[in-house]
Each structure stands twice: as structure tokens, then as C-alpha cells.
T-cell receptor, first 114, second 112 residues
Framework: EAGVAQSPRYKIIEKRQSVAFWCNPI?????LYWYQQILGQGPKLLIQ????????DSQLPKDRFSAERLKGVDSTLKIQPAKLEDSAVYLC????????????FGPGTRLTVT | AQTVTQSQPEMSVQEAETVTLSCTYD???????LFWYKQPPSRQMILVIR??????QNATENRFSVNFQKAAKSFSLKISDSQLGDAAMYFC?????????FGTGTSLTVIP
């Protein structure tokens, strides 16, 4: 089966610009996660979706970050405006259900904010 | 607050030898799960092994096994018969409720 797809793989923007990342989970996976992984740190969960509903977004900086999964399939994570500290790899993962807990990760999008 | 601590930023092991990666965690929850993930250079993160907190028996997956000490809140990963393909960053993770918490990772080098 095809894995989790993410695009773009790399993005360089200037601070205060906007950026969007796209994720297409494994077909049939109801749960979708977005993580932020800053260099030298472990992934930090930003938001979790179950189908098209948000399960948890307690660590999402909502003043500048937003995410949606309108049709319960692919998802978009947006940052506007970007700050230097947003430079990180943004990982998307999917799973069959929250209770199942196993996550399949995509390759990530490496964002550099200058 | 939940925390996961990996105190070994880097480890190395000779090919075919055994290595143990350390992880400690803190949570006040009684129901939780623990994981080890592997992140090879420039490749996707994959699940290595998982442990349910309510299970006393340590999880094992082929050459990978854990030593789960619930009272000590310790969750170490043992890799036996290390192979070159085991070289990667290894992350310990804790799940409680809807949240996942990751440690800072241990970079494992396998020496031929």
C-alpha cells in the first residue's frame, strides 16, 4: 500500500510570509497527526484529527497555525505569519483509529524561515 | 505534565553486539503506552516496538526487546545482534489520552 505522502519536501520562506503543507494519509486511515520536529528535538504533536474532526489541538499555536481536514482524507497545515522559530521539519502521520495508536509517518516537510 | 527523557544523545555499538538505549518518563496517568521509534537518516520514522503499561511482560520484536520497569518509570530498548541497518535516531515516546510525547532521541552508530 502507498505510504503517507507529504509535499513540499522542502520550503524556504522569509519571516512574516505564509506557508502551507499538504498531507495525504494512507487510504482508509481515519486518524491524522501533524507534528513539529525542531532540529535536535523529538517530534511535538500539534494537532490530531479523527476523520474531519479535531481530537486534540492543545499544542497548536492557534494565533499563527491552522490545520484542516475538510473531507476526512488529506490535510493542510498553514502558518501565517511565519517566525524564525518555526524552522523545523513538519511530520504528518496517520493511523487506523485513535485507539489503535500505531502511527505511519510521512517523509516530512523541512521548513526554513529566514 | 508528561515528560520523556533520553539521557544518551549518542551511542555506538559494534556490529553483531548488543546495545541498550535508555528512556525514563513521567506521568500521573495509570493508563498509558510506551513506544520506541526509529528514524533512519533522511527516511521516515517507523515504529520499532510498543508496550502497554498494564502488561507486566516485556515486549519483544525479533532482535528488539524492552525492559519496562513501571515503578521506576523506565523503558529501555535492547537491540541484539546489531546490524548496519540499525543505525538511526531512536525516539522513546509516551501516549496518554490523545497526546503523544517524544524524547529528544538517541543517535545510534553501528560500527562494522
Amino acid at each position: 500500500e502507498a505510504g503517507v505522502a507529504q509535499s513540499p519536501r522542502y520550503k524556504i520562506i522569509e519571516k512574516r510570509q505564509s506557508v502551507a503543507f499538504w498531507c495525504n494519509p494512507i487510504s482508509g486511515h481515519a486518524t491524522l497527526y501533524w507534528y513539529q520536529q525542531i532540529l535536535g528535538q523529538g517530534p511535538k504533536l500539534l494537532i490530531q484529527f479523527q476523520n474531519n474532526g479535531v481530537v486534540d489541538d492543545s499544542q497548536l499555536p492557534k494565533d499563527r497555525f491552522s490545520a484542516e481536514r475538510l473531507k476526512g482524507v488529506d490535510s493542510t497545515l498553514k502558518i501565517q505569519p511565519a517566525k524564525l522559530e518555526d524552522s523545523a521539519v513538519y511530520l504528518c502521520a496517520s493511523g487506523t483509529s485513535p485507539g489503535q495508536l500505531e502511527q505511519y509517518f510521512g517523509p516530512g516537510t523541512r521548513l526554513t524561515v529566514t | 505534565a508528561q515528560t520523556v527523557t533520553q539521557s544518551q544523545p549518542e551511542m555506538s555499538v559494534q556490529e553483531a553486539e548488543t546495545v541498550t538505549l535508555s528512556c525514563t518518563y513521567d506521568t500521573s496517568e495509570s493508563d498509558y503506552y510506551l513506544f520506541w521509534y526509529k528514524q533512519p537518516p533522511s527516511r521516515q520514522m517507523i515504529l520499532v516496538i510498543r508496550q502497554e503499561a498494564y502488561k507486566q511482560q516485556n515486549a519483544t520484536e525479533n532482535r528488539f526487546s524492552v525492559n519496562f520497569q513501571k515503578a521506576a518509570k523506565s523503558f529501555s530498548l535492547k537491540i541484539s545482534d546489531s546490524q548496519l541497518g540499525d543505525a538511526a535516531m531512536y525516539f522513546c515516546a509516551l501516549n496518554t489520552g490523545n497526546q503523544f510525547y517524544f524524547g529528544t532521541g538517541t543517535s545510534l552508530t553501528v560500527i562494522p
